[in-house]
């Protein structure tokens, strides 16, 4: 898989907190049953100085790209 963003950053979050809870169409999600990979800016970069600018300011606007391609 290969990931194209403009974001500085990828948050990867693997679902170890799932309980048992009833997902779509009543299918059970048990811990490590997904995953996401969700491109972003860095986490806590408004405290962080020395990480790239994630404030949206009065009359910016915010874009964002990302592409997901798979192959074998």
Do not use: K
């Not at 907190?17 to 408004?46: M, R, S």
């Amino acid at each position: 898989m290969t990931v194209l963003t403009d974001a500085p950053g990828l948050q990867l979050y693997d679902g170890r907190h799932f309980d048992g809870f009833a997902g779509l169409e009543g299918q059970v999600c048990t811990p490590y049953a997904g995953i996401a990979l969700e491109t972003q800016h860095w986490p806590d970069a408004p405290n962080r100085p020395d990480f790239p600018d994630a404030i949206l300011r009065p009359g910016q606007t915010y874009r964002h790209r990302v592409s997901y391609r798979f192959a074998r």
